[in-house]
């Protein structure tokens, strides 16, 4: 990574304490992405029992890990309460993927102004298009073959409800009610829009 031109974009799935020091000693800007837990749920899933490295599960079976903390990158609460801890730091924001899908042009000015850039209505737009997920799920197969198959499933909010059944929405509810809901990043995440039925 020190041979990377500067400005370096580096993407991790790591919580705030697995990252070097030097990356908030030094000032480094960081874009902290969160998604409603979920439809993180369900797109982990559908990924985890598509991957081979990965040992098939059922939904139920899933769910139960997922709740626990007991999937690849650990728990999802606790990554994202662990984040809300340096939310406001300057060098520090958020986005979520819900507010991304709603207005991707104000999303956008928000994080290049975060970052530093000034763009133009037209460079917004650009951007705008060239990430969008039907764009992305196209050039994912284009250049990763089936592996961008693998990370571009549907790019929709609200799957969860396809999935998930009664008990296993109210036990999330509770979860998140007792981890993220005094919390920034449990604020931004919209939980009572985008995960209620």
Same mark, same amino acid.
């Given at each position: ?72 990158? &650990? ?40 970052? &530093? ?40 909010? &609200? ?22 809901? &005094? ?15």
């Amino acid at each position: 990574m020190e041979n990377l031109p500067s400005r370096r974009v580096i993407i991790t799935h790591l919580a705030p304490n697995m990252l070097p020091k030097s990356a908030f000693k030094n000032k480094a800007k960081i874009l902290v992405l969160i998604r409603n837990p979920k439809d993180t749920l369900v797109s982990f899933f559908h990924f985890n029992n598509k991957v081979s490295v990965f040992p098939t599960k059922t939904w139920n079976e899933f769910f139960t890990d997922f709740m626990s903390g007991k999937v690849s990158w &650990g728990s999802y609460f606790d990554f994202v309460k662990e984040w809300s801890k340096y939310i406001d730091d300057e060098n520090v924001t958020s986005i979520s993927y819900e507010e991304l899908k709603e207005n991707p042009n104000l999303e956008i000015k928000r994080i290049a102004s975060f970052l &530093g850039f000034s763009l133009t209505e037209d460079e917004i737009q650009s951007i705008v298009e060239k990430s969008s997920f039907k764009t992305m799920k196209q050039s994912g197969q284009e250049i990763l073959g089936t592996f961008g198959d693998l990370l571009f499933r549907k790019g929709s909010v &609200g799957d969860w409800k396809t999935l998930l059944s009664e008990s296993q929405n109210q036990e999330m509810d509770s979860k998140f009610e007792e981890y993220l809901a &005094g919390t920034k990043l449990g604020a931004r995440i919209k939980y009572d829009t985008y995960c209620k039925t």
